[in-house]
């Protein structure tokens, strides 16, 4: 069993920044691909972005591409999810996600 939490939400203004970490327990293995996904207020989860198993293969919704950066820490078992140019419409649960497994979320509300 893969163990995925992630951290770094919370209230941010409309144009700031966060970092979502994703860190993996358990039964790790490279050979993995993670992803970010996010689910607002009454809508279904959505795609944001992805990164292979050898972090050469990125992939982005396009609604957050040129604003996200997903990357990954092979040494810390950790993913991340740098957010700039934050908009209101980037409010939602975020949730990290590797093959069947999935995080139990973590809030990032963003004002305007």
């Known amino acids: 069993q893969l163990y995925l939490k992630e951290s770094g939400g919370g209230l941010v203004q409309t144009g700031g920044s966060l970092r979502l970490s994703c860190v993996a327990s358990?039964?790790?293995?490279?050979?993995?691909?993670m992803k970010w996904f996010r689910q607002a207020p009454g809508q279904e989860r959505e795609f944001v972005a992805s990164?292979?198993?050898?972090?050469?293969?990125?992939r982005y919704a396009d609604s957050v591409k040129d604003r996200f950066t997903i990357s990954r820490d092979y040494a810390q078992n950790t993913a991340y999810l740098q957010m700039n140019a934050l908009k209101p419409e980037d409010t939602g649960i975020y949730y990290c996600?590797?093959?069947?497994?999935w995080g139990q979320g973590t809030q990032v509300t963003v004002s305007s």
């Open positions: 990164i292979n198993w050898n972090s050469v293969s990125t």
């Open positions: 358990g039964r790790i293995s490279a050979n993995y691909t």
């Open positions: 996600n590797a093959r069947t497994n």
